[in-house]
């Protein structure tokens, strides 16, 4: 029963980030809901990259993905420049920006995207907590999302939920 209402949660949080507002009205923000087995296959994906890499922290959010009921995806999918002409990306003209593989995500972006996907981020995590769902955002979770091929988006991050005694995201 845990798994299925955690599922729903996840479900209303993607609704959450689907819905929250964007720049211009255009939406690149995507979002994936993973569950059962693929959990798994994730964690172990992270627990080998962190290994591999010598980076720290994967072995931890990996566990942490292990024992999630769900989580939810949330990226950036060919964010096209917002047109303000702003600098805030660091080229003072849009037509400028010219995005580049780098050894986890693409980048630079706009700006204003970037905002984008923070704001369906804090949606989508408001939603777990008005639902009581502990979670946490993981930057982490991405990169290996990536690297799996799951997604091609340049930029993405995981949100697991779980519903335990105790959160199982802090204190680690």
Not at 104 to 119: K, Q, T
Not at 127 to 141: E, L
Request: glycine share 10%.
């Amino acid at each position: 029963m845990m798994q299925e209402a955690m599922k729903v949660v996840a479900d209303l949080m993607a609704l959450a980030a689907r819905t929250a507002p964007k720049a211009a009205g255009k939406d690149f923000v995507t979002t994936e809901v993973i569950t059962g087995e693929k959990l798994g296959e994730i964690a172990d994906a992270m627990i080998r990259y962190g290994q591999e890499t010598g980076k720290k922290n994967f072995h931890r959010d990996g566990e942490n993905i292990r024992y999630s009921e769900a989580m939810l995806l949330i990226g950036l999918k060919d964010p096209g420049v917002a047109g303000l002409n702003c600098g805030a990306c660091g080229f003072d003209q849009c037509s400028q920006l010219e995005a580049r593989k780098g050894t986890e995500f693409e980048g630079p972006l706009c700006a204003w995207r970037v905002m984008d996907l923070g704001i369906a981020i804090g949606s989508a995590v408001k939603t777990a907590s008005i639902h009581n769902a502990d979670n946490r955002i993981m930057y982490r979770v991405g990169v290996v999302i990536r690297r799996m091929e799951l997604v091609t988006d340049q930029l993405v991050v995981g949100i697991p939920i779980s519903a335990t005694g105790k959160n199982i995201y802090f204190d680690r």
